[in-house]
């Protein structure tokens, strides 16, 4: 725990750096019509200051909202389920759920690590459409789908605390 990478408290200044898709890049605070866009670097407009933590939250909600609708529909089809519903959430402890009646939740945060982390939170929780309990059978779903899954899950909980704004 100890060699984990540690967060720092965000300071929303020009060139401290933020993830997205598991890439580093720059904030820069500049006038624009756009409140929260992302170039080449992360770009902030003076005019949603002082609300600029809020407005990146939901510009990263609604990219989570995006990526993981568009790579649920894929992993879907290739392990032939089918969520009830898929919503992007605010939660800090949990990456995503699988509610017994097949609704998908998933926290907006994963939209920070890359691409292959995000896609072993979705089949993980794709996997109990198939096998409702963490059972070996259900890991196997998982491992079928992503026989590299251990290095993904290690890989979040090595890096989960640089996942916060």
């Not at 890359?114 to 109990?128: F, G, N, R």
């Amino acid at each position: 725990m100890k060699s984990r990478p540690k967060a720092k408290l965000k300071k929303y200044e020009n060139g401290e750096e933020f993830l997205y898709l598991g890439g580093k890049y720059q904030l820069r605070i500049a006038p624009s019509k756009i409140p929260v866009q992302l170039k080449d670097e992360l770009i902030i407009s003076t005019k949603v200051w002082p609300h600029h933590k809020e407005a990146i939250k939901k510009w990263y909600k609604k990219e989570a909202e995006a990526v993981i609708k568009d790579r649920c529909a894929m992993f879907s089809a290739i392990m032939k389920c089918n969520p009830r519903s898929i919503r992007i959430s605010h939660a800090m402890k949990r990456w995503g759920s699988c509610t017994s009646k097949g609704k998908l939740n998933f926290s907006w945060r994963l939209i920070m690590t890359p691409m292959a982390i995000i896609d072993y939170v979705i089949v993980h929780d794709l996997s109990p459409l198939h096998q409702l309990n963490h059972s070996k059978n259900f890991w196997g779903v998982v491992e079928n789908t992503i026989p590299d899954y251990k290095k993904r899950e290690n890989w979040l909980k090595e890096n989960v605390n640089l996942l916060s704004i």
